[in-house]
């Protein structure tokens, strides 16, 4: 059960100061987002938000709290992922690649083709065998990041990782050592028609594997906490817009250790009750 508190951004940050150095090492201190959903129009809205605005009132806060580096889980545009829709994102958020690691995921609104083609080279982490997959592992101390690509068809809500995928990220495990494991994908872990159909296969797949400690995804434009086998499903919100009035639009500000995780929430539109609440959840061991 995660515990929910209120610090502030300072207490928050400040937490780990309070325990011994030796038992506590430095975090891996990361900004997670999701489902950007970028227009080439920038004057382009949806329930009432326009994407374009809310990225840009995002960047400097994310930049402001000087996380190690950032990530977006998918959806980074808005339907079809058309190349101006990317040129657009990476005038953007360019500036903050240059001053930080900025690892970029996939989901159903995104093209694999186009994505390369404009982003490609902006996105951090090693590239993974993995055919017509867009696979990266990323070595954060004290954790490691396994960034899965789970797009199906382009603007299909849909999403499957595939056997090839599933296979290779079983090898890896076998072949890495016992660094705690975060792995993120584009979509829900649920059993849904429009989620991650092969959800679980990676679940029964990752069961038995304890360094796997955390699966974060976003898609539902929803913030929700759960688990499965003492696996950690963390589904961040959107940034681009919500689904419902009673989902936050905004980010997280995550905290990595070896044992737990603290995830804050910056929620800027929506429902916005628990800004700045964080909760700690304890990994399994």
């Avoid at 515990?3 to 430095?26: M, S, V, Y």
């Avoid at 186009?114 to 065998?129: A, D, I, Y």
């Avoid at 980010?251 to 009750?273: C, I, R």
């Amino acid at each position: 059960m995660p515990l929910l508190i209120r610090p502030t951004r300072r207490q928050f940050l400040a937490a780990a100061a309070a325990i011994p150095a030796l038992a506590q090492p430095k975090p891996a201190h990361w900004a997670l987002l999701s489902d950007t959903h970028i227009f080439a129009d920038k004057t382009g809205e949806y329930r009432g938000f326009r994407p374009y605005d809310n990225l840009k009132r995002v960047l400097p806060q994310v930049q402001a709290a000087h996380p190690d580096g950032v990530l977006i889980n998918g959806d980074l545009a808005k339907l079809e992922g058309l190349t101006a829709d990317y040129e657009l994102l990476k005038s953007m958020i360019e500036p903050v690649a240059q001053s930080m690691p900025l690892c970029l995921s996939l989901g159903n609104h995104d093209d694999r083709k186009n994505f390369m083609g404009v982003m490609g080279k902006l996105s951090r982490g090693v590239t993974q065998p993995v055919e017509s997959k867009h696979v990266l592992v990323l070595d954060q101390p004290p954790v490691r990041f396994i960034v899965l690509d789970s797009l199906m068809t382009t603007n299909v809500a849909a999403g499957l990782l595939g056997k090839t995928q599933r296979t290779w990220l079983q090898n890896y495990f076998g072949a890495s050592d016992d660094t705690p494991v975060i792995i993120f994908v584009h979509h829900t872990m649920d059993d849904g028609d429009n989620s991650l159909l092969d959800a679980d296969r990676l679940l029964h797949l990752t069961r038995g594997v304890r360094k796997v400690k955390a699966i974060i995804y976003g898609h539902s434009h929803a913030y929700h906490y759960d688990s499965e086998y003492d696996i950690h499903l963390i589904n961040i919100p959107a940034v681009g817009y919500n689904f419902a009035d009673s989902e936050p639009v905004g980010w997280v500000e995550a905290m990595f250790y070896p044992d737990h995780g603290s995830f804050q929430l910056h929620a800027f539109g929506g429902n916005t009750k628990d800004d700045r609440k964080a909760r700690m959840l304890t990994w399994r061991q």
